[in-house]
């Protein structure tokens, strides 16, 4: 069973950062792409970010130049780092692998996604 567990979301006032974690665990040979994404209120889910295993990352033009996402392959782990919050950022944030091996048992999963952390942004 492979888990996703994301942490570092609360409150923080506009013009603040935050930065989120996010932990794989399970028997995990190896994870394709990973991404966050956030769902604010009344509102659908939506990228805010992802990166391949090689480091090639994508952003949501809302967060271009504000958000940074970033891996570490060996420890299975995935960051968000939010600079100059507004308030419209606030929201559950999510994290994603899109296509997670592993050996015990031998097997693909795909779209496997952590329970979410709330950001909150005060203006």
């Known amino acids: 069973q492979v888990q996703l567990v994301e942490s570092g979301g609360g409150l923080v006032q506009a013009g603040g950062s935050l930065r989120l974690s996010c932990a794989a665990s399970g028997s995990i040979f190896s994870i394709s792409a990973m991404g966050w994404y956030r769902q604010r209120p009344g509102k659908q889910r939506e990228l805010v970010a992802t990166i391949t295993s090689g480091g090639s990352t994508n952003y949501a033009d809302s967060v271009k130049g504000r958000f940074t996402i970033s891996r570490d392959n060996v420890k299975n782990m995935v960051y968000l780092q939010m600079n100059i919050l507004k308030p419209e950022d606030t929201a559950v944030y999510y994290c994603?692998?899109?296509?997670?091996?592993?050996?015990?048992?031998?097997?693909?999963?795909?779209?496997?996604w952590g329970q979410g952390t709330q950001v909150t942004v005060s203006s």
């Open positions: 994603n692998a899109d296509r997670v091996t592993t050996t015990q048992p031998l097997r693909i999963m795909f779209g496997v």
